[in-house]
């Protein structure tokens, strides 16, 4: 195993932990999770609907063949909670101290990390889908 798969399964794990940790949260209903919810506005769908698009991108993640759509996702969602936390619920949390933002800006960063590392999984899509046009 060379430095980069180190690397890349490190990052990675540190992701699906923190992103499997926080499901507990929104499948259980907690009273963190349906407050921080109702205060975007999105509860409960929102609640368990992300935690359903976070649980996909935490098994992306472990599976070789789809880590970089795994990174890919867990970069959006991530991105999505970071603004959800600068602009409706305050860095802070019902207390927290800005753990949770803490924890997405982390996630955020072993994503945008991954999907570099391994970015011929998200070009070889591109080619496999985007056809180049033919010179006239």
């Not at 923190?18 to 349906?34: D, M």
């Not at 753990?99 to 496999?128: P, R, T």
Request: net charge positive; proline share 4%.
């Amino acid at each position: 195993m060379n430095f980069k798969n180190i690397v890349s399964w490190v990052l990675r794990l540190v992701a699906v932990a923190i992103l499997l940790q926080t499901l507990y949260f929104k499948f259980t209903g907690q009273p963190e999770s349906i407050a921080l919810f109702t205060k975007l506005g999105i509860e409960p769908f929102g609640r368990l609907g992300i935690g359903f698009m976070e649980l996909i991108a935490s098994i992306l993640l472990i599976i070789p063949a789809t880590v970089f759509f795994g990174a890919f996702l867990g970069f959006g969602l991530m991105g999505g909670a970071i603004f959800s936390h600068l602009t409706v619920l305050g860095i802070e949390s019902n207390g927290d101290g800005g753990e949770l933002f803490m924890l997405a800006v982390a996630v955020l960063i072993c994503c945008l990390i991954i999907s570099i590392l391994h970015k011929d999984q998200g070009i070889g899509l591109l080619n496999k889908f985007v056809k180049p046009q033919p010179n006239k």
